[in-house]
């Protein structure tokens, strides 16, 4: 193989390998892959050990959070009708199928939302428009055809005019509709636990664990859920060294930021560049207010060898392949997420950035 050494300075990104494994995170896989277990066991008294985590009645590892959306999206259709589970799919004029979501939710995470609804057997059924929703049009769009409503908590997802999470999972509780809850990439996983009937998680995320998933909640729709392995479910089947990852990895989860004064000192190194004509820094924290600071590079494209759009193609070339934060570079700025780096990235970011503007 001839892979490019990668620095990401991007945040969590699925297209990069999402996060690297601390050593009990291996330990924990190594020993998931050396030993022999009854399987259905693990997978129960797994899922009964991240429920005691998470402080929800009840979950299931799954092998990725686009599989625990598409297994609770089945179970919230076939409920206990078990002949569903190995027909997930075949025609049932009577069973409800629509899966409610707000558009500005219906967003592509690296595979759009809509398919793992599908993929689930539910049909998606929009609320509102791509730039906002009021609650009173997600509860006219509740019909006898609702199986579920689906929320995403997540950057991904409009932020702005949106009911909140927890005014939302009111109204389904109103209709006895219920709620699944997709925060595949988001930090303090207990915090969730009472916010909706099923949460989704990635554990390979914000949790740093192997490539794998959550799906947490109440009893009776966790289980609805977990039928499915033996449907749908088994193209998404979880290895064992992925259960003893991920518990190894919700076990010493800390999802304590380092201080902002030891960001922004860090942070600091980056003001070098603005002796490049035409280049700016910043240090912004994050927009959904979290405490994560973040590195703003400002590429006035007058003054500058080139513009931020061109920086970033450019960064990734070379044996050497840098992944920023993107959002805002054809604004003219691009971000640098710390979290993933390690020691010496930075200054190597640095260097690439001098190379690609001048100044080196
Ligand atoms: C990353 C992400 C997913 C998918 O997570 P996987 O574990 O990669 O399947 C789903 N929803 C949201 C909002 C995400 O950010």
Redesign the pocket.
Known sequence: MNLKQVINASGRM?ILG?STLSDVVLDGMAYGGKHYFEMEDLVTQSGQAVAGMLGTEAALIV???????ALSIAGAIAKDKHQLVENIYAPAPQVQREILLMKGHN?D???P?ET?IRLGGGIPVEAGYANGCRLEQLEQSISEQTAAVLF??????VQKNMPALDDVYALCQRYNVPLIL????EDHPQSYSERADVV??????ALEGP???ILAGKKTYVSYAAQHQKGIGRAMKVGKEAIFGLLAALQHYDARPRPAREQQEELMKLQELEAIPGVRVTIEQDEAGRPIYRGRIHVDEQEAACNALTLVARLKEGNLAVYTRDYHANEGSIDLDLRPLQAGDLEKIIAKVKQILGGA
């Open positions: 699925s999402v092998n990725s959070a686009s599989a625990g959306i967003v995470y690296g595979a939302v793992m995403i908590q997540s950057h991904h997802a997709d925060a595949a990439a989704i998680f990635s554990g390979s995320k490539t794998s998933g």
